[in-house]
């Protein structure tokens, strides 16, 4: 089940960039899982530990997103959805229906669902999807707000969520706040793929 995962989601577009070697960034409550690999692996273990079934009907779902058959999966999530009531279980399923709309390219409902399991279990990752589902929908505001919630999850140390932010400024003009956070990419604080610090670093340039 744990391959279905890593197939499921780590082609997904959008995503964060997977952390090197097994261990997670360490936020204000200890290790969290960045990757979206990491993250399901996590979720998958929490839904299917309460028993009942789960594990037998989630690798239904899972085995339908690998093949591509996103109706079938959707099917098999609402009627698990409207049967369950375990939140561990519904946090899965709801965070795999974020991510066939995020494949699908249905921003508006993939932001649906991204809300829907935010009110539920709060995660770094669910709000930095969230700032890239707003930033597509050119919804700038709502985006910044989940960027920053995503870096604060993190004690301030979320290098991914951070260059979105700093996109973000570079894309409306705010040159000092992009340059801030072009810096915090660079004091070396957190590792940081040099792809995206020389990206942010050329944006911030050329509005000088």
């Not at 028993?51 to 609402?78: C, F, M, P, R, W």
């Not at 003009?173 to 050329?202: C, F, T, Y």
Request: with cysteine.
């Amino acid at each position: 089940m744990f391959e279905s995962l890593r197939k499921v989601f780590s082609a997904s577009k959008g995503q964060p960039i997977a952390q090197g070697g097994g261990s997670f960034p360490v936020g204000p409550t200890g290790p969290v899982p960045l990757s979206s690999a990491s993250l399901n692996a996590q979720l998958i273990a929490a839904a299917t530990a309460e028993g009942g079934g789960h594990q037998t009907l989630i690798k239904e779902i899972l085995d339908y997103v690998v093949s591509e058959n996103y109706d079938a999966a959707l099917a098999g999530i609402d009627s698990m959805m409207r049967q369950e009531q375990l939140s561990d279980v519904r946090v899965l399923l709801i965070w795999t229906k974020s991510n066939i709309f995020q494949r699908r390219r249905q921003t508006s409902r993939e932001i649906d669902e991204l809300v829907t399991v935010s009110a539920i279990k709060e995660h770094p990752l669910f709000e930095l999807n969230l700032g890239i589902a707003y930033s597509r929908e050119s919804n700038r505001k709502e985006a910044e707000v989940h960027f920053l919630r995503a870096i604060e999850l993190m004690d301030g140390k979320y290098p991914l969520a951070t260059f979105n932010l700093g996109i973000l400024y570079c894309d409306t003009g705010r040159s000092r706040e992009a340059r801030l956070r072009l810096e915090d990419l660079e004091s070396g604080k957190e590792k940081v793929p040099s792809q995206l610090i020389q990206k942010l670093k050329d944006r911030v340039s050329s509005m000088r």
